[in-house]
């Protein structure tokens, strides 16, 4: 999965739930400009999101939507909601004896009539069924509300739990963090010890060599002290 690819390269060393020293003075101004330092220094290389399908722009797109964005986009005026569908013009004054115009205008009061009529009859189908259809209505968004609301509990949940499991993990590895650090300090300090234990061994090794060259230099001399021409010669005899 690229997703699973893209976060196996982010490398994190920090353990929030364990690690110390976050209020400090001063750490929060450090770590606000290293990130400012990071994001100036940052190139993206490559699209992060090309894992990810193409979005689907005209998905929901119909005609009068995509009008209206093209108004948006030029700036243009919202055109006012047109009410001569609803007026009863007469004739114009210069077709007054005209069988059409006055044919048109009779059609045009029919029409405007039925739709009150219809309008009419819609109300009172209201009056009659439209409570229950209401109810109706009511009872499945208040389930649907429910149901949303299960859900976001459930997502609540795990997001506890996730935040749980990984405090737990957190501080065992703190834990085991710390312990190694005791670990190598003692082995460090024990490490000094000995080398210092060594130093001085070889220390007094060197005292002892130099002290026994001494003595073996002196023995050598007074060896050939004893062993020199004058020391052997005899004394002449005393003469009575």
Known sequence: CPQKKMAGEVSLDALPYFDQGYEDPGVREEAARLVE???????PTRN????LPPV???????????AEHERMTFRQPLELLSMKRYELPPPPAGQKNDLKAWTDSINNSSAQLEHQG???MN???MARFGGNSWQVHNEFLHKMI????????????QIQEINWQRKSEQMKAGAEIHQLENTW?????KNFEIERAIAELQRQIREVSQAGE???????????????????????????
């Open 37 to 43: 330092e990071e994001t100036r220094r940052y190139r």
């Open 48 to 51: 992060y999101l090309e894992y």
């Open 56 to 66: 689907p722009e005209d998905a929901f797109m119909t005609q009068v939507l995509r």
């Open 118 to 120: 219809t309008r009419i």
């Open 123 to 125: 109300l009172d189908l």
């Open 146 to 157: 429910e149901q949303q609301q299960r859900q976001l509990q459930s997502l609540r949940m």
């Open 185 to 189: 300090f003692t082995l460090v300090s």
């Open 214 to 240: 001494q003595q073996q230099q002196q023995q050598q001399q007074e060896v050939d002290e004893a062993d020199s021409p004058e020391n052997d010669t005899e004394q002449p005899a005393e003469t009575e």
